[in-house]
């Protein structure tokens, strides 16, 4: 039977159907299906016409060593595990505005600077354009040469002819395949992107840094289908407004996807921020509505200022509002220490915000989350506003405080930054009530 010359893709997961669904029948996301065109079906390959080979005992395989090329970023080369690997695919994704392009374009004029050949492929920016940023970024910036160029064919032409070591292209969504109908950026396309430029990358032993957008939900546009493909998997997040960003490995074939790296926007560029914890404390308020988290970044602790507001509310339902950490834990925070620790917020809005535009994704904030609108709540700071506290702990649904990963680097990371008192899951603090206890002395119930 012949191919049906159109598809209906799922935009999330991927899934091909011949017919349009309302609910994707892979991933049950809905209205996620897209019609594509689909390339003129290649010839199918009988299954006749293979060659057996003989597999290797895993022993007698020789490991591959992977020479690393330094892009002069010391936080980049420290997420992709060591610096770049020949031959490489890193997908590196975050929304508009974020740094991708300046963090690429420092990382080529490093290299460059460095003595590698290097090329920058724009499909988002003319040459012009590109131009103008490099003039502000440090390095060998201007010294690395770039194709603002949408085609496809052309892309991969010039990716042979030249033979980059490190290539930049910026974005998968924007280049564009001729033989295939749909538009740039649509899943069929940027799926064949990237795997034609995958197969020439291997084949020609070229790294190259693919940037990605992400969707207004988060996801980097033809997801799966791009992960499957690809080495590395970079998230660079963030505000736009805010000067910090995280970049961190969702993927890593050649490192851990444990780390973290803090960067700063600045005129000149994106600026490694080493003494992350030492900038968030000190920028800490201690007001009341404040509490810094001693949190883990992977393997990497973090200090982080985590700040509530507590504010009455005309409306119904009254606003839950989440920045940094995930909506769903804030209102199992609330619940809890209405239900079991005595502090409900009734129909007051509660806004959460973790400093600095940073994410923290995992439980061990929850108490950090709990003693924020506690003190927000009371209109009286930790610890009595004298001696800095930090925190740390998950929120369990019956009031209980549940231990998280690595206590110990949280209490060193916590006591390197004058902070010498830390309420943690333990012995005396084996409850929310009691972790609000010993934060909240002699907070006296809030006026009216
Ligand atoms: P950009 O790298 O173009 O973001 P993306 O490629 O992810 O869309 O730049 C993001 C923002 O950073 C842009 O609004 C301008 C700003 N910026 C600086 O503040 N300092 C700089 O040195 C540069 C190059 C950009
Ligand atoms: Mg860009």
């Known amino acids: 039977m012949a191919k049906p010359a159109t598809v209906f893709v799922c935009s999330a997961c991927g899934t091909e159907s011949a017919k349009w669904h309302g609910q994707c029948p892979g991933c049950g996301a809905w209205n996620s299906l897209a019609e594509e065109a689909r390339a003129p079906a290649r010839a199918a390959r009988s299954s006749g016409g293979g060659r057996a080979v003989k597999p290797v005992r895993l022993a007698d395989v020789r490991p591959e060593r992977h020479a690393r090329l330094s892009t002069g970023i010391g936080e980049l080369d420290r997420i992709l595990g060591g610096g770049v690997v020949p031959g490489s695919l890193v997908l590196i994704g975050g929304s508009p505005g974020i740094g991708k392009s300046t963090l690429t374009s420092m990382a080529l004029g490093h290299l460059q600077a460095a003595g590698r050949r290097t090329l920058y492929v724009s499909g988002e920016e003319s040459a012009a354009q590109i131009r103008l940023r490099a003039e502000r970024l440090p390095g060998g910036a201007l010294d690395v040469p770039v194709l603002a160029e949408t085609d496809l064919d052309t892309v991969l032409a010039t990716l042979d002819a030249e033979r980059p070591e490190v290539c930049v292209v910026d974005s998968v969504q ?87 790296g803090v960067f700063e926007m600045r005129q000149g560029g994106l600026v490694e921020v080493a003494d992350a914890s030492a900038r968030f404390v000190g920028e800490a308020t201690r007001a009341p509505g404040s509490a810094i988290l001693a949190a883990m970044e992977g393997s990497r602790p973090l200090l982080v200022e985590v700040q509530a507001l507590v504010s009455p509310s005309e409306l119904v339902p009254p606003r839950r509002v989440a920045n940094g950490i995930d909506r769903n834990r804030l209102a199992l925070v609330l619940a809890v220490l209405g239900r079991h620790a005595g502090l409900g917020v009734g129909s007051a ?100």
Do not use: M, W
């Not at 538009?183 to 940037?211: C, F, H, P």
């Not at 289908?225 to 970079?234: A, G, K, N, R």
């Not at 009530?433 to 909240?440: G, S, W």
């Open 174 to 260: 924007t280049l564009h395949a001729a033989d295939l109908t749909g538009a740039a950026g649509s899943v069929g396309q940027v799926r064949e992107v990237a795997d034609r430029i995958t197969r020439l990358a291997k084949a020609r032993s070229i790294a190259v840094l693919l940037v990605g957008h992400v969707t207004k939900e988060g996801a980097l546009a033809g997801p799966r289908v791009l992960e499957h493909l690809v080495d590395c998997v970079l998230q660079f997040e963030g505000e736009r407004e805010r000067t910090y960003r995280t970049l961190r490995a969702l993927k890593n074939r050649f490192g851990s996807t444990n780390d973290v």
């Open 349 to 448: 809005d509660v806004f959460v915000n973790v400093a600095g535009g940073v994410r923290v994704d995992e439980p061990g904030a929850d108490l950090a989350v709990a003693l924020a609108v506690a003190s927000a709540q009371r209109g009286a700071p930790l610890g009595g506003g004298e001696q800095p506290i930090a925190c740390f702990g998950e929120v369990g649904l019956t009031g209980e405080l549940r231990s998280v990963a690595h206590p110990d680097r949280r209490h060193a990371e916590a006591a390197k930054f004058g902070l010498q008192s830390v309420i943690a899951p333990g012995e005396a603090v084996a409850t929310l009530r009691q972790a609000l206890r010993a934060a909240l002395p002699a907070a006296a119930p809030r006026a009216a």
